[in-house]
């Protein structure tokens, strides 16, 4: 039988409250994403498209936008850019046109290293035939038996011993891809069967979404005693 304290208008507005809150906080940092974004972009281009379109087009023609400032011009801009470029790109003359302004990021001193990190961190990511994080594991964490997800990037061998490591990123919320990088014995990672939306899921949700079962010790591994 239902508690009746669960029946009553205070109970009812709580619940429907805490599932209001769960639907729309997704969808606010969404729209203040967005709004984040596109407020820097018009705030940077803005004034600039402005001043071209009131050079360019009579002011007569504009109507209410007299001035220039007509709502999304500085996103449609961008998005116009963004379209051409990779236009350009799609051709071998353009790609090669293009590979000049890598050059000349990469003669500048100190800007040279971080530019090739983030090019060849782009690079990797939009290799459809590559996926930069390979699968989902598990790896020890913290105290004993303890494990944490994290996302398999690839696999090195050490020069000393010779022995494999699996170089992970251990994802964090509220944003998973900010956490540390660290490198884990080949031998002490478990595959955890998860895709990567699913792992996300689990991340994002502080584990409310753990599935009841999962894999999480590797086959044939001794059962701990619960000793350290």
């Known amino acids: 039988m239902s508690n009746p304290e669960d029946q009553t208008f205070g109970a009812q507005l ?20 967005i709004e984040l974004v596109y407020g820097s972009i018009d705030n940077r281009l803005g004034p600039s498209l402005a001043y071209l379109f009131r050079l360019v ?12 400032n007509i709502p999304g011009l500085s996103l ?16 071998y003359l353009g790609r090669k046109g293009l590979s000049l302004i890598d050059c000349f990021f990469l003669a500048i001193p100190g800007i040279r290293s971080i530019y090739s990190a983030l090019r060849k961190l782009v690079d990797t990511l939009s290799d459809t035939k590559k996926s930069a994080f390979q699968r989902v594991v598990w790896i020890p964490w913290g105290w004993r038996d303890s494990k944490t997800l994290a996302f398999a990037t690839s696999e090195t061998v050490d020069a000393t011993t010779g022995r494999k490591y699996v170089t992970v990123c251990i994802p964090t919320p509220p944003n998973p891809f900010s956490g540390p990088f660290i490198l884990v014995p080949a031998d002490q990672v478990t595959e955890s069967g998860l895709s990567l939306d699913e792992a996300l899921k689990i991340v994002m949700s502080f584990g409310v979404l753990t599935p009841s079962v999962l894999p999480i010790t590797q086959e044939g591994a001794p059962p701990s005693s619960g000793k350290e």
């Open 57 to 68: 087009i009579p002011a007569s023609w504009l109507g209410p936008f007299s001035q220039g």
């Open 76 to 91: 449609a801009f961008v998005l116009f850019v963004l379209a051409t470029v990779g236009w350009i790109d799609s051709w």
């Open 14 to 33: 709580k619940r429907n409250l805490l599932r209001g809150l769960m639907i729309m906080t997704p969808i606010a940092v969404v729209v203040i994403l």
